[in-house]
């Protein structure tokens, strides 16, 4: 297996930031998380970046989680041959310990900062911090815009729908697991696309590290989304470590499947979020679709799938503006910082996390 293995583990939403990073957490034992408390500016992503090096340099596996508000900076690393991860635990992606100092372990960067220098630029980082909030808002609404008209799209796709052919399609394809015997599969929540100021990324090279054998979905509606479920529920059912990679706009569906000990991937394209795999197999939704009833709402279609085209790279503009933002957030705390004590303690984190 490639080692260049991406994802996001929370992205914006209609609703906010949406977080999957209890998934990091609901590993029993022997598993422990490493979770970061501190500022922005703070050396988080750093000392992470510095971690997930290290494992590479030895050879480990580990999986990058990027941040979808700056997705040049890390937001957690998880090494499964370890039995760890870490992450950023501060807002919006708020992680706190539930069995602390057993399963999970706090890292409190925050301790080697100069508490009373902060306090004197207070006013900076409470103002700072409202426009943030308030860009992070205005993108909320636009994407609460973009689902309302996905979800009408959805909707008129599940009258054309001719659920008995796409149910046969489910049954063809679960038809080819062989169960593994002696053991309990796994599903791991993951977003592989996010919205960003770095535009709409997807990261399709993880997809291709993970799987050989990848069908790539054409499905500007989510009428298949029961089937990527019943895929991924089922292979878990009989012994096989399933990733879930969730739906931007609908974070509470699935988009795509991988499963890695099968080399195997089923992956949704649509135009707000393409997917381009070279060599992968195309399968169209259309085709389990009534071509007429579809033909009936065409410009109403059109309509929606262009005006969802528009509010995005709006909100990726946005999204440019918090991130200027909070790049003038992190020099509050930045020059405030004891980096030397940081990295001391990021070199005995290591040693911690990789022996």
Request: a neutral charge.
């Amino acid at each position: 297996m490639k080692n260049d293995i991406s994802f996001f583990l929370g992205t914006n939403t209609r609703n906010g930031f949406y977080s999957l990073f209890y998934d990091l957490t609901e590993h029993t034992t022997p598993y422990s998380t490493f979770i970061i408390k501190g500022g922005p500016g703070t050396g988080k992503s750093g000392l992470m970046k510095k971690a997930a090096d290290e494992a590479l340099k030895r050879g480990i596996f580990c999986e990058k989680l990027w941040c979808s508000s700056d997705p040049d900076s890390l937001d957690g690393v998880f090494i499964p041959e370890k039995y760890c991860s870490i992450c950023d635990g501060t807002a919006p992606h708020v992680v706190e310990p539930v069995f602390a100092g057993t399963a999970e372990q706090i890292v409190n960067v925050a301790a080697l900062w100069n508490r009373e220098n902060l306090k004197r630029k207070s006013k900076d980082i409470i103002r700072l911090t409202n426009e943030n909030g308030f860009c992070h808002k205005r993108v909320s609404s636009l994407l609460c815009a973009a689902t309302a008209l996905k979800q009408n799209m959805s909707e008129i796709y599940k009258t054309a729908l001719k659920k008995k052919k796409l149910h046969e399609l489910t049954g063809d394809i679960l038809l080819q697991f062989e169960p593994v015997p002696d053991k309990k599969g796994r599903i791991e929540n993951r977003f592989l696309s996010g919205v960003t100021p770095k535009g709409i990324i997807t990261f399709t090279n993880t997809v291709k590290n993970l799987a050989d054998d990848i069908t790539v979905i054409r499905d500007e509606s989510g009428i298949t989304e029961k089937m990527l479920t019943d895929i991924a529920r089922y292979s878990a059912s009989i012994g096989y470590d399933v990733i879930v990679c969730r739906d931007v706009l609908f974070p509470e569906k699935t988009a795509h499947v991988l499963i890695p000990e099968k080399r195997l991937a089923y992956v949704t394209t649509c135009d707000a979020f393409p997917v381009n795999i070279k060599g992968a197999k195309r399968l169209s939704a259309d085709k389990y679709c009534d071509k007429n009833i579809l033909r009936e709402y065409d410009s109403e279609l059109c309509f929606y799938k262009e005006n969802i085209k528009l509010l995005l790279p709006k909100c990726v503009d946005i999204l440019k503006e918090a991130k200027d933002i909070h790049d003038e957030l992190e020099t509050c705390y930045i020059s405030e910082m004891d980096f030397g004590a940081l990295n001391r303690l990021t070199d005995d984190l290591i040693k911690e996390m990789l022996g």
